[in-house]
């Protein structure tokens, strides 16, 4: 079977929001010691780069202090976070879309999934 040519398009990027939960463990596992928080910090960016489909990746604060809150070498197993594509305003900029990533505190991880959160 061919697939039907012409009537399938790629969409174009539209700003959009949405929840994930990151599971850190698996991903620094086996790091050495002094490297597991900067790789976490460098997972995050790939996952969501990945995820959103933009290069331009922006971490918030708030998350860097959180990841970085254990120390260097005890990085959270989890992380849960708010992806957020947006426009770039900048004209020169080569890029039309970056993703902010935000840290959203929870109380447990238990059942959660990933959500498209409402823009207001």
């Known amino acids: 079977m061919a697939k039907t040519s012409g009537t399938s398009k790629r969409k174009g990027q539209e700003p959009c929001t949405r929840d994930y939960t990151i599971h850190l463990h698996k991903y620094v596992h086996g790091v050495q010691f002094k490297k597991r928080a900067p790789k976490a910090i460098r997972t995050v960016r790939k996952f969501t780069a990945r995820v959103m489909g933009t290069k331009d990746v922006r971490i918030d604060t708030k998350l860097n202090k ?11 197993r989890r992380v849960r976070v708010r992806m957020a594509r947006k426009r770039n305003e900048d004209e020169d900029a080569k890029e039309k879309m970056f993703t902010l990533v935000q840290h959203v505190p929870v109380e447990s991880f238990k059942g959660l999934q990933t959500e498209n959160v409402r823009d207001d």
């Open 66 to 76: 959180f990841i970085w809150s254990t120390g260097i070498r005890h990085v959270p």
